[in-house]
Nanobody, 114 residues
Framework: QVQLVESGGGLVETGGSLELSCSVS????????MAWYRQAPGTQLDLVAF???????NYVDSVKGRFIISRDNPRNTVHLQMNSLKPEDTAVYYC????????WGRGTQVTVLA
């Protein structure tokens, strides 16, 4: 059973930074893609960023230049460094792992104070 556990969420002021981590049971190299999604109250789940096995990355326009996704293969961990945070970044952030099927973590809350 694949398990993904997110950590690093919290409360931060506008302009601040947080780093989210996603710890994966088993090798993350078995997944073609690792991604971060977020869902704000009353809204749909949105893709934030993903990183492929070849190291290529992709970001939603609203976070480009502020967020950085990275992977630590030996530690089976994926990170999301979030800088210059804005109130509109407030959401529950979920880690996802794809290999034909998608596995999800339970999420971590990020709240950015105005």
């Amino acid at each position: 059973q694949v398990q993904l556990v997110e950590s690093g969420g919290g409360l931060v002021e506008t302009g601040g930074s947080l780093e989210l981590s996603c710890s994966v049971s088993g090798s993350i190299l078995s997944f073609s893609r690792m991604a971060w999604y977020r869902q704000a109250p009353g809204t749909q789940l949105d893709l934030v960023a993903f990183i492929s096995n070849d190291g290529s990355t992709n970001y939603v326009d609203s976070v480009k230049g502020r967020f950085i996704i990275s992977r630590d293969n030996p530690r089976n961990t994926v990170h999301l460094q979030m800088n210059s945070l804005k109130p509109e970044d407030t959401a529950v952030y979920y880690c996802a792992a794809d290999r034909g099927v998608r596995y999800w973590g339970r999420g971590t809350q990020v709240t950015v104070l105005a």
